[in-house]
Each structure stands twice: as C-alpha cells, then as structure tokens.
C-alpha cells in the first residue's frame, strides 16, 4: 500500500522559512516523480513545484519562483520544499504528490498537472501571517 506522510507545516510569520517534507513509501517502482501542490481558502488545488525523479530537473509555479526550492533524497524516497520569504498569499494547505515513473524519457521530465499523479498525502497547513 502506497503512502505519503507530509510534515513540516505551521505557523510562520510573512518573510519567515518553512520546510515541509514528504515520505512515500509502498512503492515497489524504482523511478517516483513528486510534487507539490496547494489549495488557499476558497481556491482550486494548484501546482507549486516538481522534481525529476532522475537527474535534478524541478519546476516551479511562478508565484513562488525564487522563494521556493523542492528537492529530494532517492535512497530515503523522500521529497522536501523549502519555502522562504513567505507571504500571506502562500497561505494554504500543502499537499505532496507522487507516481511511479515507467518511461526513461519521463524519468526526466518534472509533472506539473494534477492528473499526472496518482497518490497524494493528506496535506499538510501552511500558515503566513502578516
């Protein structure tokens, strides 16, 4: 059985640091690209940033270009995002996103849409006050 455990998430003052981690584990695949995505009050889920389950290729949504950098440890299956200089507006709960990779040429490839995985945790509340 397929699981991701998010942590990391909290309160954080508006130019304050966060890092939230998410550890997949039930994957019998050897490739997994991970991603995040985030849901404000009110608002649809959208996509925050991805990694290349080989190499070190990542993507990131605009808004948080620059302030956000995602990484992951392979041995341990675990992915992280480091969030700095946050905003209110970053303000949202964070879901991690996972799927085994059956391509080489995908194995390359960051997944930035929703319908591209298929495990997600249970999210994890990112709170940026002003």
């Known amino acids: 059985q397929v699981t991701l455990v998010e942590s990391g998430g909290g309160l954080v003052q508006a130019g304050g640091s966060l890092t939230l981690s998410c550890a997949a584990s039930?994957?019998?695949?050897?490739?997994?690209?991970m991603g995040w995505f985030r849901r404000a009050p009110g608002k649809e889920r959208e996509f925050v940033a991805a990694i290349a389950s080989r190499g070190s290729s990542a993507d990131y949504a605009d808004s948080v270009k620059g302030r956000f950098t995602i990484s992951r440890d392979n041995a341990k299956n675990t992915e992280y995002l480091q969030m700095n200089t946050l905003k209110p507006e970053d303000t949202a709960v964070y879901y991690c996103a996972a799927r085994p990779v059956r391509t080489i040429v995908g194995a390359y490839t960051p997944k930035t849409r929703e319908w591209e995985y298929e495990y997600w945790g249970q999210g994890t509340q990112v709170t940026v006050s002003s």
């Open positions: 039930g994957f019998t695949a050897s490739s997994i690209a």
